[in-house]
């Protein structure tokens, strides 16, 4: 006999059998990106500010005051990102969801004229897969989005109740593909695509909701700090692309699509790749062919990524023309039959990145400064060029610091950047590799003895003026 159980939202009496949280009127009540969700995955964070203050959503009946052409009906939804409310408009006899974003972010001066600016562009965003705006502004001290109702559940939800069968993630995959392809060719990143933002209607019809909404919502100044540093997070850890966690400011379309390659992963098995975490056939019964087009979504590197949207939507639209073929694929001996890959590091340094280029400048500027200073006085022209010498060697004491180091199956990965002209890597204190100085640089080399034998550890090191970032990951033999 089933044991019951209650919805924690409404108290109706469930089975234990049921897979989902809530009954399903409480699903279908979650119809937008706000809906609650699962405390296992973070909300969005955009600043200290807001995630530290917990918005307090207003009644229903205070804002039907301040929208008198609305019914306000009920709150539907509240997150990081504000409250959405389900409405109705009277004249057009139709639902609408109305968002109202947060009231800390009346502290940020700039906030009205980039709120106008960026509501403007999201507004034009009219594209079947995407929730669209219906109209936006401000009353009293309340900003605020008239948005598409979509009658459903999110995509959180749909994973919550059960597994997705391959072909329902095929068929989910291009209708994303579609709706961000339109966005970036319109200018516009979510920046924070995750299954909560993600809605499917009563009919199966995929949208992608709060389009724009991360870049809106951080504060003047925000793309010009390190998040690592500062904490200030656009977007949710669990499906950001590496590169958000580095700096907002270099942050382009491509880290839509490494959330996507994220969602594509989870949805054909039910976990998200992070450590270890094996190509999807080596979890589920799927298409081999599948591990491809789900792999490159999430390469770490923006430009070994798929480029666009749309090449993704081709790539599995490709695969579903034709039967997908489940392969079982059984744990295959040691160094044969794939990989799975790991991340060993993840690290952003700005202090010490920064200081470097500060005192080299001032000693290379001081050289220039000094020669005319020999026509008055010898003496005081070599002081000063001992002064920029002396800073000279300070800057190299400062990038004596850029050290990374970690150990793998015994083995110990150094990625030394302190020399003035190059990077290098050593593997068990032996030099295996050395490059020149660059901004951008990758480097691979295989484990030849030992355990981990045929293992390729990978090194990507982007160094720019205000940071260095490392990551290390291993590609292990299966």
């Known amino acids: 006999m089933n044991q019951l159980r209650t919805c924690p939202e409404c108290g109706t009496t469930i089975t234990a059998t049921s897979k989902a949280e809530l009954c399903p009127g409480c699903l279908l009540k979650m119809a937008t990106n706000d809906s609650v969700v699962d405390p296992d995955f973070e909300q969005t964070n955009i600043t200290p500010k807001l995630r530290k203050q917990r918005f ?153 909701a709060d389009f724009g909404l991360a870049k809106l919502m951080k504060r003047e100044g925000d793309e010009e700090d390190n998040l690592t540093g500062t904490h200030q997070v656009m977007g949710t850890l669990k499906y950001m692309a590496p590169e958000q966690m580095a700096t907002s400011r270099n942050v382009d379309h491509r880290a839509d699509i490494y959330s996507l390659g994220v969602i594509f992963y989870e949805l054909l098995t039910g976990d998200l790749p992070v450590g270890w975490f094996a190509p999807p056939s080596k979890k589920v019964a799927i298409d081999l062919r599948l591990d491809e087009v789900v792999l490159r979504t999430l390469e770490a590197e923006p430009g070994r990524r798929y480029q666009h949207a749309s090449e993704v939507k081709s790539a599995v639209e490709q695969l579903s023309s034709g039967p997908i073929v489940p392969v079982a694929t059984p744990p295959a001996p040691a160094g044969q039959g794939g990989i799975r890959i790991h991340k060993l590091m993840d690290d952003t340094e700005t202090k010490y990145r920064t200081r470097h280029h500060i005192v080299l400048i001032m000693s290379f500027l001081q050289v220039p400064i000094s020669l005319p200073v020999f026509r008055e006085s010898i003496p005081v022209g ?41 990077e290098q890597i050593y593997l068990d204190d032996g030099l295996v590799q050395r490059g020149g100085f660059g901004t951008k640089m990758e480097f691979r080399t295989k484990i030849k003895a030992g355990e981990g034998l045929g293992d390729e550890i990978i090194i990507w090191f982007d160094a720019q003026f205000r940071y260095c970032r490392c990551r290390i990951d291993v590609e292990e033999q299966m």
């Not at 990038?399 to 083995?411: A, C, D, F, P």
């Open 56 to 208: 307090e959503a207003p009644a229903a009946e205070q804002l039907n005051a301040l929208f008198p052409n609305l019914e306000i009906l009920e709150l539907i939804g509240r997150g990081g990102m504000g409250a959405v409310y389900k409405a109705r408009q009277p004249d057009l006899d139709r639902f609408v969801a109305v968002k109202i974003l947060p009231q800390e972010i009346q502290g940020d001066p700039g906030f009205g004229d980039r709120f106008l600016r960026e509501a403007r562009t999201l507004a034009k965003l009219n594209h079947p897969n995407i929730v669209a705006v219906y109209d936006f502004g401000q009353i009293d001290e309340l900003f605020y989005f008239v948005m598409e109702f979509v009658d459903g559940v999110t995509l959180r939800d749909t994973i919550a109740a059960g597994s997705v069968a391959p072909e329902e993630a095929l068929r989910i995959i291009p209708g994303l593909c579609d709706a961000l392809q339109f966005a970036h060719e319109e200018g516009v990143v979510h920046r924070d695509i995750k299954p909560e933002n993600i809605l499917l209607d009563k009919r199966g019809r995929v949208k992608i």
């Open 382 to 422: 070599i002081a000063m060029l001992a002064v920029a010498f002396a800073l000279f060697l300070w800057a190299v004491k400062i990038k004596k610091h850029l050290v990374w180091e970690t150990t793998y199956k015994g083995h110990t990965i150094k990625l030394d950047c302190s020399s003035m002209l190059a």
